[in-house]
């Protein structure tokens, strides 16, 4: 079982920036797909940006150009920083990990950190 800990929310101006941190519980972290996903009050759950173990990257259309997302897989940790924030990005955002191995899928997500963008 791999625990998931976000941090780094919180209540931000229109404009501002905001940096999340989620930390993994695995010895084997380089190995997962990483991912971000926000969901908003009465709304579906949608991925903010994602990189895999390769490195790969991927962001919603929504947030190109405003958020970064990048992982240090020697302190287990993926970030999303969050730069020139609007209103319609509050909602609670969670991590995601995920890897593929001898045909079984290991799927694990945080608590969720709430990020508030308001004047």
């Known amino acids: 079982q791999v625990q998931l800990v976000e941090s780094g929310g919180g209540l931000v101006q229109p404009g501002g920036s905001l940096r999340l941190s989620c930390v993994a519980s695995?010895?084997?972290?380089?190995?997962?797909?990483m991912g971000w996903y926000r969901q908003a009050p009465g709304k579906q759950r949608e991925l903010v940006a994602g990189?895999?173990?390769?490195?790969?990257?991927n962001y919603a259309d929504s947030v190109k150009g405003r958020f970064t997302i990048s992982r240090d897989n020697a302190k287990n940790t993926v970030y999303l920083q969050m730069n020139s924030l609007k209103p319609e990005d509050t909602a609670v955002y969670a991590c995601n990990a995920k890897k593929f191995r001898l045909g079984r899928t290991y799927d694990y997500w945080g608590q969720g950190t709430q990020v508030t963008v308001s004047s």
């Open positions: 695995t010895s084997t972290f380089s190995m997962y797909n």
């Open positions: 990189i895999t173990s390769g490195g790969i990257i």
